[in-house]
């Protein structure tokens, strides 16, 4: 992602933070997320163009315990709505070591940006946290939420990267190149083959089944989540509370 439109959503985001109403706040980051969006179709389109600019590899992401599998979840699904695939690591009894996120340059970094960003946001809002039904596991319930928020985020994600491609399609032809449509379609299939070439005997992970009653909270919160963060330059390594 060019540095100037990166900073020019967190320039954006630092406005949402400092708002003086929710409406105000909630303008400035609509407006960071569909650059984020708008973003990411150009830099389809001009990896079409010049495939160099724009190489398919891997970034390997490394993740702390408590709720390891959960921000493994929140991670690859932020991953899937942006164009990446994932592959989970040392993935035993509900945890999960390290997460290899898989697609083009630009498409991973976004993933990158926005998955700490979510993260920050998340261990804010966890950490004190308590089920409203007596008796019930506070690890369980935690883990419940988290995973509402997970869905509730790749949804706004995969809207947004909808809304993005769609306005791309709508504007005036180009220059007699390729669709919008069929660059994005072609850009998918590439990230898939490759990533089928690299992991050609990778298992499917089996679903994970969760008790606690929090997804509800948890998704009421991924709606009001700001996608992308000013906190993104803050340390990466910040775990998830117990």
């Known amino acids: 992602m060019g540095t100037d439109k990166l900073d020019t959503i967190r320039k954006l985001l630092a406005k949402a933070e400092g708002a003086a109403t929710t409406e105000e706040a909630e303008a400035y980051t609509a407006k960071a997320v569909d650059l984020m969006a708008r973003h990411g179709v150009d830099e389809a389109l001009l990896g079409a163009a010049d495939p160099a600019r724009d190489p398919i590899g891997a970034v390997r992401v490394a993740l702390d315990d408590p709720y390891s599998a959960a921000k493994a979840r929140l991670l690859g699904w932020v991953a899937s709505a942006l ?18 996120v898989f697609g083009h340059a630009s498409d991973r970094e976004r993933v990158e940006v926005l998955y700490t960003s979510l993260l920050l946001q998340a261990t804010a809002q966890v950490v004190g946290l308590r089920p409203p039904r007596t008796g019930e596991s506070v690890a369980a319930y935690r883990r419940s939420w988290l995973h509402g928020f997970a869905v509730e985020v790749h949804r706004r994600l995969t809207a947004a990267e909808q809304a993005a491609a769609d306005a791309a399609r709508a504007a005036p032809p180009g220059t007699g190149g390729p669709s919008v449509a069929l660059v994005l379609a072609d850009r998918r299939e590439r990230v898939d083959r490759a990533y089928a070439a690299a992991f050609p005997a990778l298992g499917r992970a089996r679903r994970s089944v969760l008790s606690g009653s929090g997804f509800g909270a948890g998704a009421r919160a991924g709606a009001r989540a700001d996608l992308g963060h000013t906190a993104v330059g803050r340390s990466r390594s910040r775990a998830l509370g117990a």
């Open 83 to 100: 164009g990446c695939r994932c592959v989970l690591h040392e993935a035993r009894g509900g945890r999960v070591g390290t997460v290899t």
